[in-house]
């Protein structure tokens, strides 16, 4: 028993003091642990060995803390802040040869002491093996993986051991300089037109040219790691290296202008600098080429959900530049066709959609447009619509509160060319191709809406074969239209709201020129079937009608045959008419009054040629509606105007007589007299006619003007939809009255305002009519209400007079 | 001293209307001034006659029923129908 404890005793001593000098001298050692075994310790001897080598390695570790931290110093003094990287890290200094060689020096100090450790313990293990051929097959085990196990302890040694500081940070910062410099080089040789490759440069075709020996210390150090078992620390650190690199890249570089395409050149770069420094820091040979290819495709997914979120970020503004925009949109197609961000996509979007379009502040017209462009937009990313359904269901169910929607999509697809945005609308009614009849089925509500969001939900990309533009085009074309007319959820109160704007226009024409809206008429055929628009074909027919016979009308002379015997005939060259086969028109205004005798002339002069031709047909005159164009000639001006037959009327009648009592013009024209107020209003703002009242007369009496008058106003009234040649600036000023209420209101509200933020929250809350004036013009008209006295303006507020 | 307006244009609007009396075809019960039940557009397309008896209805529509009829007689009063003159324009004023 004493001669066993004396070998044991022995072994712990020359073990601590051989391993512990770095494993030199392995003789005594030998001969220390021949004599444990021999005295019947050989199961007991690996414990004692990788104890002693740990404790040595520990020392060594201690020693090269203080090393280590300077390292670590010299590389965050050169690396500069996360924060301001951009160009802050411009300025910092690069990395120093010093530090990097010192960083060398220590792994590979600590790679030689585990090393050798590991191979002398391995050596004495094999010898006990080999002095002690019967041995429990645990304790063979035990002696076979010594030096593995050795190897293992070394490792978590080393990486729990630095001194409180991280080596994943110090790694970070070391590789995170090498690839700046690297990606530096490749942008000056790029700069400099040269290109990509130097073949027998530094890094042997791979990459930009380097300056000699730059490669080899960062193939070291990420060798040496892998030697010390800390791949995956140093794996951990180039790998968040590389994709901070790649995503700072893309977020600077890409400008964001959504007409060209981003995604590609992020995918060609991924490829290039990247994969270069890639190629250093794995290991070298055939491995090398799998490990790189794998990398490829981590860093390619990398690029599509970078720039896929940078582009749904932007959607709300692509939606606005679509069709300019279009690049973009392949972009955000692409990435979620190789990513899983649909889900992301739909949210942001919506979000965005709902904090910038969907508030008061918007224009019905500007919500519509937006939604046919995210239509359009939407068609290329996924044609199969599901994404549609969940993006679109807060704006159709927006637009479902509004009460001008149909009216404002029917003028889209009904209005003049010279409207842009209209004119694209209008374009898309002649793309339906498919033939619609079914379109019912677009009508959603809110249910459907919901439904949408639940298959967005399950999106899944279209294969990719499939050709994803043709199938959009084709399905989408006859959507948007549906899609629209879908969103109040009937086609019949869309087809009456048709009717009754169409009726508005057609009224409102002079020269029976109605061709676009005949071709609108054709595409809404096609889309709504003839059958729902009858009406509208005869109400177009009509003015076809109308033109042909008023040219009819206007040869019959008036000696012919049936009117010989007729008196009163008189003039009517000037006189034209739309006539309408009443039941097919929509409840049109009717205003009953007198016309002077001479234009009543006129219309039955008309009335007589008509029935001469149609008998026994006959015509009922609608005297409110139609208009009239006259020229007023007033002290030594001339004026054209073009009104109602009822404001040409009342004027009409003081061509002859310079003032009229209220009474008697109002029981002249058949009318009562605060009707005839109403428009006489118009003539007095436009300073034409005056009113005075005598004292004791509740009504006044009206007077036509010897000059213009420019003064102030009639307030109040404001004109009934007259198109003026004169007076634009009172015409703005009647168009601002519209917001009066809203500024009082919120003077009320707030006590004092200044003009900038009255302006802002008019922008923000007025959409009936939408708010569309500029400061200027709104500080004139708040102007206009300081002088009537209804506000005072004091150190820039505005306040509402008690 | 001068005010002097003067009219250039005048556009008015008006209806027409067969003047039929009773609203509606007594055959095809639509109104005159609509369109039969296989006409198109309403007024010239659509013309309404007027029987000796004084009873009126759609061209198209007596047509098909004295076609329909061994007998040519009015399908509302059994008379012998016999399609009136129709009035010559500019006698009567509106
Ligand atoms: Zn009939
Ligand atoms: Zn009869």
Redesign the interface.
Known sequence: MAAAAAAWARLQQVSTAQLGSGGSGGALLAEAVDSATAQGLASLVPAQLLGAASAALQARLAQLRGMLAAIDEGLAASVGDEANEGDGGEEQGGLRAEVEASLVEVLRELCAAVESAAELLSQLCERILRAQPVLAPADRAVLLSAGHRFHRQAAAAVAGAQGGRDWAGLLYRYYWHKLRELSRAAEAQQEGGLDGMAADGELGGHGPAMPPGWARPLQDVAALMRRLGLEALSEEAYAAVVCRHLRERLVNHAARSFDQRMLDPALRYAASTPVTFLRLVLPEGRASEAALEHWGQRLSYYVYETVGSLRIGDMFDIVVDYPDSLPAIEDIRDCLQNTNLHRKFVAVFRKALQDRLLHPGAATSDIIQQYVSAIKALAHIDPAGAMLGAVGGPIRAYLRQRRDTIRCVVTMLTADEEDAAAASLHAELGNAEAAPQDCDSDFEGAEADAAALREAERWEPDPVDADPSRASSAAQAGDVISKLVGIYGSKELFISEYRSMLADRL?AK?DYDCDRELRTLELLKVRFGEGNL?NAE?ML?DLA?SKRINTNVKSVPNTAT??RR?RGLVDIH????????????PQLPTEEFNLPPE?SA???T???K??????????????N????????????QTL?FNVS?FH?SV??H??TR?EWPAAELAERMGVPPDMLRRKVVFWINQGVLSESRAPGHALPVYR?N?QLQTGPAVGGEQQEGMELEEGGADQEHQEMAAYEPFVMGMLTNFDALPLDRVHNMLKMFVSDPPYDKSLDQLGAYMARLVAQEKLSLEGGQYRKRG | ????????????????????GDDVCGICRM?F??CPPDG?????DSP?V?GVCTHAFHLQCINRWLQSQAEQKCPFCRRQWEFKQ??????D??
């Open positions: 009224l002079c009858h005869v027919k009608d049936p009117l007729r000037g006189l034209s008419a739309t006539i309408l086969s009443q039941l097919f028109w234009v006129m219309l039955s008309y009335g007589a008509y029935r001469s031709l149609k008998a026994p047909r006959k015509l009922q005159w609608k005297p509606l139609g208009s009239v164009q006259l020229e007023l000639t007033i002290g030594e054209e037959p040409a004027l009409m003081f061509h310079p036509r010897e | 001293m001068t005010f002097d307006v003067k009219i250039k244009k005048w556009h008015a609007v008006a209806s027409w209307t067969w003047n039929a109104p001034d609509g198109k557009y309403p007024g010239d309404v007027w129709a009035a010559v324009g500019g006698e004023s509106d």
